[in-house]
């Protein structure tokens, strides 16, 4: 029986786990922290054997194929050994891509991925298509090929999870946009996170189809440097689908509209008509996290953007606004570069709550072109601070530009926190 390691026992190593031993794999789960207990019970009903609090080398050393889940940097020492002893290490999202028949769109970029695979999984069973929605976003593709099986996936991919792919190979691919993110998984060079987000089309044929925003220019610069073989479908603001009319608050904005068409030309590549699509686009309900509305209190609106864990998730938010904000934003700074964000700050921002352990850079960057700073250390503190500073009329924005992980579990703990302080006011 060949011997399969799956490093990292979190939602993907799970899945992969599970995968392989249906698939007589004998697996072994390796992971150098600690196991859930819902991981542990998963394992032991189904034989599994895993290890946690650190690497058995030499068992993992005897593999033929290692497993690496996706928030596993590969500078680790274990990684480095593996890699000496050319055990092949390929990501969850190739591992099962291996075990489906299944039509594959794929969807990464830096923002804007999850309403993108959202949307297009709506349309598409809004239709009747037999589709599925995986991998980044609900059940990891692993767990999902094992579960439901469907005639298409719809995978939205993170970067980590685009860094080991060998034959992995989706009939659509979209890349909505590249800007610098998780720069510290990739020695601070965006060039080696956009050929990450690359990995993508690497295995398409002419016969499958690659869908972007032409107006992203790092993506034009990274199409130059690979060998794009897949039919291109550039689309730009200029040439907005006339065909559809977008009136959906869930997909208010400027990037928004750039989904929808993403979305939507998905759809007309599945033969789905103009008017399914129309349809299929008002009854969609967005992303909780992202430009989510979560009530309006004395006629001010309190949106939750806590998805928005970079600055240009944060400059789509800012841009969407329509009223006065008052703008909580914070926490881990990813390196941020936040000037970028100045002239809408400047337009739309009417006072800053800043939530995070160290404010002192956001401050000194927006106290030109904001009156109103104040610092809060918990969420309660932020909401109530952006209550007293709203009037009639205004809205209260969480979209926090950082990682959550100063104050928060994740960010969908903070944008939880952010709703339950909401409806306290």
């Given amino acids: 029986m060949k011997k399969l390691v799956v490093l990292g026992g979190g ?20 992971d150098a922290g600690t196991l859930s207990t819902a991981a542990k019970q998963e394992f032991e009903s189904n034989n599994i054997s895993w290890e946690e609090g650190g ?70 069973i809004e239709s009747g298509v037999n589709a599925g929605l995986a ?44 800007t610098p993110d998780h720069l510290d998984r990739y020695g601070n060079s965006f060039e080696a996170y956009c050929d990450a987000k690359f990995n993508l089309i690497k295995n398409q044929t002419e016969n499958d189809h690659f869908l972007y925003d032409a107006g992203d220019k790092s993506i034009v610069s990274g199409i130059a440097r690979h060998d794009v073989k897949a039919k291109q479908h550039p689309y730009t603001n200029a040439n907005t689908n006339p065909m559809f009319t977008i009136d959906n608050p869930s997909l208010r904005g400027r990037h928004n509209a750039k989904n929808a068409m993403a979305a939507a030309t998905i759809a007309q590549l599945f033969q789905l008509s103009s008017q399914e699509i129309q349809a299929s686009l008002q009854t969609f309900q967005g992303a909780a996290h992202r430009l989510e509305h979560v009530v309006t209190i004395l006629k ?23 009223k006065p904000t008052v703008w909580i934003v914070g926490g881990v700074d990813k390196g941020n570069d936040y000037t970028s964000l100045l002239p809408l700050v400047h337009e ?78």
């Avoid at 996936?153 to 590249?178: D, G, K, R």
Wanted: proline share 3%; glycine share 4%.
């Fill in 11 to 30: 939602e993907s190593g799970i899945g992969a786990a599970l995968l392989a031993q249906r698939n007589n794999w004998d697996v072994l789960v390796s």
């Fill in 55 to 124: 690497h058995s080398l030499d068992k993992i050393l005897e593999a033929s194929l290692v497993v690496k889940s996706p928030g596993i940097p590969n500078h680790v020492a274990v990684i480095v050994a593996i890699k000496k002893a050319r055990t092949p290490i390929v990501s969850e999202i190739e591992f099962a891509s291996n075990y489906t028949n299944a039509t594959l769109i794929g969807i990464t970029g830096s923002n804007g991925k999850t309403t993108t695979a959202m949307l297009t999984h709506h349309l598409l």
């Fill in 135 to 178: 991998g980044n976003i609900g059940n990891s593709f692993a767990k999902a090929v094992i579960e439901d099986q469907h005639e298409v996936y719809v995978l939205e991919i993170s970067s980590f999870q685009l860094e080991h792919i060998q034959t992995f190979h989706p009939h659509i691919a979209v890349i909505t946009n590249l």
């Fill in 300 to 322: 001010v609106a309190y949106i939750n953007d806590s998805k928005a864990t970079n600055v240009n998730a944060a400059f789509f938010a800012l841009d969407s606004m329509t």
């Fill in 348 to 425: 739309k921002v009417k006072a800053i709550v800043c939530i995070g352990v160290d404010n002192q850079k956001i401050m000194d960057v927006f106290a030109p072109v904001v009156d109103v700073l104040v610092e809060a250390q918990s969420m309660d503190v932020a909401v109530n601070a952006a209550y007293k500073l709203a009037v009639k009329g205004d809205a209260v924005l969480l979209s926090p530009a950082c990682a959550s992980f100063d104050l928060f579990e994740n960010f969908e703990d903070r944008g939880n926190q952010f709703k339950a302080a909401v409806r306290r006011l």
